[in-house]
């Protein structure tokens, strides 16, 4: 009898031992373990190869307003960053996927993405402007893009704009809509619109103005598109263990002056005005749920 007491002693405790070890594992994966973000751990930060004055190569370095953005607040958060520099189009699904934690992308705060993304406070205006050709007298306005070729970014916020508001207020004229001309990279838009195969590109007002001040007498930059936009960076819904510490850093940042000091020499134009918490087009408050 003592040794049948025994053996169920060992087995209990062998069995509350395997059900221990069950519910951690578990709660790692609720909690979302399967990324290196707790504690002091790792960010796993994907950042876009290809997008100027924001994010580019120069002689052979990943440089821009977001990459110096990044390393200030690496200063201020307890995680290590584990960048990566990838075209654009891959980045909001490898967030959805749990391959990235953060992206420090200027992504463009829109309603079809609150339902899938939190965004940190705004890190620049993003508001949307045309250039054309110099000299191009065919394109003033929005009205006479009905029938033309515009540039945009392939999976961007541009196309997005092109579709909702140009052609919607071209249908409202009875004019036919601009075709939409995707591009992996807006430097191939922008040699397509020097050589006249595009008619215009859409583009944020900053990359646009960087653009036209370097090459004016290529480009010439054309009036709004659509309301005033922000962006910012984003993590996926939910994720408050990493967005709240870098939205933390971003506002010491904002404070202490950094973030307009890299503006003026990123962008070459600083927004002082730039709302604390997320806003959509139109300074519309984004839902908090």
Known sequence: MRDMLYQFGRKTKVLGFCLLILVSCLTVVACGGGTATTGNGTIVVATE??????????DGEHVGYNQALL???QERIPQTIDQQVLPWQGILTGLASGQYDLTNAAVAMLEDRVDSLDFTMPITEFTNYYVKRAGDMSISSIEDFS???VGVQQGGVTLQVLEDVVNEQLAEMGADPAQAVEYEAF???????EN???DAVINNV????ELTNERPETFELGTQVGDKM???WVVSKGNTEILEP???ALAEIKAEGLMQQLQEEWLKVSFDDLPDKPMLPGDVPMPTN
Do not use: C, H
Request: hydrophobic fraction near 40%; charge should be negative; proline fraction near 6%.
């Open 49 to 58: 190869n290809d997008y100027p004055p924001f994010d580019f190569l120069r």
């Open 71 to 73: 390393d200030l607040v």
């Open 147 to 149: 029938g033309k070729r």
């Open 187 to 193: 430097s191939e838009a922008y040699q397509d619109l």
């Open 196 to 198: 006249q195969r595009l």
């Open 206 to 209: 900053v990359a646009l103005a």
């Open 230 to 232: 922000y962006a910012g």
């Open 246 to 248: 870098v939205n933390a």
